[in-house]
Structures are given as structure tokens and as C-alpha cells.
């Protein structure tokens, strides 16, 4: 065999080891997408719940969620502060969740939950009084998903 046949015999097993390695980096690219995203799902997922334990673990929190989600705007000016924080740490989560899942970052059946907690919280007036003078915090197309909930 001539080294011009050696050459080629060298050429077609390199571009056979390169579609090789091309295929292997996809997948490998595949399957970290897919773990980023499971990690972004239970990162959210458990700021949630810390969240919502911080509020229904103390009685004095529960009971100042619970008075702020009927009427925010006539809170005391301490209380009005608390369920500030509550309140925005609350639509934080749901815009961070609510720009993961317009990313593609999430799977879109995860929308359904996220939807069900912008419709669920938008219904009380405290969570309208807030949202209204707090909006301007959030993401432009968050707040046009949540004005429409609301």
C-alpha cells in the first residue's frame, strides 16, 4: 500500500473518531441541560417551601400574612414592612420561576403549578394593594402576566 492510501485510510478514520466524539458531546450536552434544569426545579422548589415555612411555622408571621392578604394598604407602618418582605420575597420566586419557564429552562408542565400560585395570590385585595404600588420591581413581562392574573 502506497502512503497516499495509508493517508487516506487515516483521513476516513479521523473523520469517523470526530463524528464520534461530535455525538458524544451532544449527548453529554444533552444530559447537563437536563440536570441544570432538574437543579433549577428543586432549587426553586425548596425556596418555596422555606418560604412558606417561615410564614405558617410562626404564629405571628401566619397571623400577619394572613391580615396583609385581606388588606395590605392599612397595615401599620412595622407590619406594612413585614408583609413587604413576605410579599416580595413571594413574587420574587414566582418571577424567577415565571422567567426560567419563558427561558425554556423548566419543562412547560411546570407552568401549570407556577400559574395556580400567581392566580391563587392575585385574588386577595392586601396582594392587589401591594402589587400595585410594588410592581415596578419586576421584569416587564412578569408584570404583564401577573396584571393579567390579577
Known amino acids: 500500500m502506497?502512503?497516499?492510501e495509508w493517508g487516506s485510510i487515516g483521513e476516513v478514520i479521523g473523520g469517523v473518531a470526530v463524528i464520534i466524539t461530535l455525538i458524544y458531546l451532544a449527548r453529554q450536552i444533552k444530559a447537563q441541560t437536563k440536570e441544570a434544569r432538574l437543579l433549577a426545579t428543586r432549587d426553586?422548589?425548596?425556596d418555596w417551601a422555606e418560604m412558606l415555612r417561615f410564614i405558617s411555622g410562626d404564629d405571628k408571621n401566619?397571623?400577619?400574612y394572613s391580615k396583609a392578604l385581606q388588606d395590605y394598604a392599612n397595615l401599620s407602618d412595622g407590619e406594612r414592612v413585614k408583609a413587604y418582605m413576605m410579599f416580595s420575597q413571594a413574587m420574587r420566586l414566582l418571577e424567577i420561576h415565571y422567567l426560567h419557564l419563558s427561558e425554556g429552562n423548566f419543562e412547560p408542565k411546570l407552568f401549570v403549578a407556577m400559574d395556580y400560585r400567581v392566580k391563587e395570590l392575585s385574588v386577595f385585595p392586601g396582594v392587589q394593594q401591594f402589587w400595585a404600588g410594588n410592581q415596578q420591581l419586576y421584569n416587564a413581562d412578569f408584570i404583564k402576566y401577573v396584571d393579567g392574573a390579577i
Open 2 to 4: 502506497s502512503i497516499q
Open 44 to 46: 426553586l422548589a425548596r
Open 62 to 64: 401566619f397571623d400577619l
